[in-house]
């Protein structure tokens, strides 16, 4: 059964500052892994799909990283602001199970 | 490009009421997949549909069932509500199997409060 974690599960930073969420999971039959924020009592915005043969991929001021192997990801934010402010999820979609399991999330705070 | 749409966005529920979730995916999009999230447990996987038949089932008693009509739009429906139900229930949609090739991109959500 797929299994996945995020650390931190709180994270309060100042404004400007560069941080990484770390996402792991315990199947590595992942066909692909995706990274989503949700703003209180909204629905969730995809930020970044890694298929399982990529190893990263960039948006912006967003960077996602897949060690498949090792069952592990990161999504890297840079220059930190206000507006970053929401939880973060990742998911992997694992062919075995056939659907979608979500982590736990990690409630990024970013301070004036 | 309109997004997913969920209706109805809030609704209030007594135990043993029935209620029905309508979800109309992005255009184009054949696969629409729910979700139920509460503090509690989080995310979890209720079932999908793609070309109106449910590919996927998540665990989850008989009480929660779905369907989808030939225009991908899709309806959930929960029997013989419990207070346990009251969740955000989430609606995603993507070109492919969920998750297998394509990005999910969802609702939204109708929360459901049953007292």
């Known amino acids: 059964k797929q299994e996945v974690t995020q650390i931190p599960a709180a994270l309060s930073v100042p404004e400007g500052e560069n941080l990484v969420l770390n996402c792991s999971f315990t199947?590595?039959?992942?066909?692909?892994l995706q990274w989503f924020r949700q703003d209180p009592g909204k629905g969730l915005t995809s930020l970044l799909l890694?298929?399982?043969?990529?190893r990263e991929q960039t948006s912006g001021r967003l960077n996602a990283s897949l060690d498949k192997s090792s069952g592990r990801s990161t999504l890297y934010i840079a220059a930190s602001q206000p507006g970053d402010s929401a939880t973060y999820l990742c998911a992997v979609y694992t062919g075995t199970a056939s659907k979608l399991t979500f982590g736990t999330g990690t409630r990024l705070q970013v301070t004036l | 490009k309109a997004g997913v749409t969920q209706t109805p966005r809030y609704l209030i529920k007594t135990r043993g009421q029935q209620v029905t979730l309508s979800c109309s995916p992005i255009?184009?999009?054949?696969?629409v997949s729910w979700y139920q999230q509460t503090p509690g447990q989080g995310l979890q996987f209720l079932f999908e549909y793609f070309s109106e038949t449910q590919r996927n089932k998540g665990n989850f008693p008989g009480r929660f069932s779905g369907r989808q009509f030939s225009n991908s739009r899709s309806e959930m429906n929960v029997s013989t509500l419990e207070l346990g139900d009251s969740a955000l229930y989430l609606c995603?949609?993507?070109?492919?199997?969920?998750?297998?090739?394509?990005?999910?991109?969802f609702g939204e959500g109708s929360r459901l409060t049953v007292l």
């Open positions: 199947d590595s039959a992942i066909y692909n």
């Open positions: 255009s184009g999009h054949r696969s």
């Open positions: 890694i298929q399982s043969s990529q």
């Open positions: 995603a949609s993507s070109l492919e199997v969920a998750g297998l090739a394509g990005e999910l991109f």
